[in-house]
């Protein structure tokens, strides 16, 4: 790729978005975050601004190994059909907070976080459901149905705790969604294990 990781980071500093495919560190992933904060902080609080009305987006690369699978928030969530956000449940009922209609029907689909570790640092991917799909070769829905009534969509799947160990070659998407105090998860779009020789430990 010639890329090299030594390379500053390229900032948000227009409100029209970046689009980088930079192979970089964890470290720089997490700077580039504090890097946009502080920005905004510049705007002295101007949500009016146009840098809290445009799209911050960078696409980047990192090579890191996953040190786990986090459980705390299960690993699939059940889905809009018609906007694919995650529904609420009201009573018996399901509902999505985007789509007005009165028969909203759900789909169970991938929502996996992954503790991951580059050598030096540590971060939380978030690898929806068309990665982890190819990754297991089966659909979330099929891996509940596969696990009966023994399992439940909180306990993981052998075949997603088999990731541990092996290293990846991630495409990191950081949106707006990334540049607050809440949400530290970086949202993986693509991975690939053809640029690794690691083994599954």
């Known amino acids: 790729m010639g890329i090299k990781t030594e390379e500053p980071i390229a900032r948000a500093d227009t409100g029209a978005g970046i689009r980088k495919k930079e192979l970089v560190s964890i470290h720089q992933l997490h700077e580039f975050i504090s890097k946009t904060d502080e920005q905004k902080l510049k ?5 009016s601004s146009p840098i809290y009305q ?10 890191a190994k996953v040190l786990n699978v986090l459980q705390k928030n299960g690993w699939s969530y059940v889905s809009c059909t018609g906007c694919n956000r995650k529904l609420d449940k009201v009573g018996n009922a399901l509902r999505c907070s985007k789509c007005v209609s009165s028969s909203v029907t759900g789909v169970v689909k991938y929502r996996v976080e992954l503790a991951v570790h580059d050598g030096h640092d540590e971060a939380t991917f978030v690898v929806f459901d068309n990665e982890m799909t190819k990754l297991t070769t089966k659909t979330a829905a099929t891996l509940i149905l596969e696990n ?3 399992g439940t969509r909180d306990d993981i799947p052998s075949c997603i705790e088999d990731l541990t160990g092996k290293q990846f070659l991630f495409q990191i998407k950081v949106t707006p969604f990334n540049f607050s105090s809440k949400h530290r998860t970086f949202t993986v779009s693509k991975l ?3 640029y690794t020789n690691c083994t599954q430990v």
Do not use: R
Not at 43 to 47: E, L, P
Not at 54 to 63: M, P, R
């Open 192 to 194: 690939s294990e053809a």
């Open 43 to 47: 705007i002295h609080y101007n949500v």
């Open 54 to 63: 445009k799209t911050q987006d960078a696409d980047f690369l990192c090579n």
């Open 148 to 150: 009966g009534n023994g």
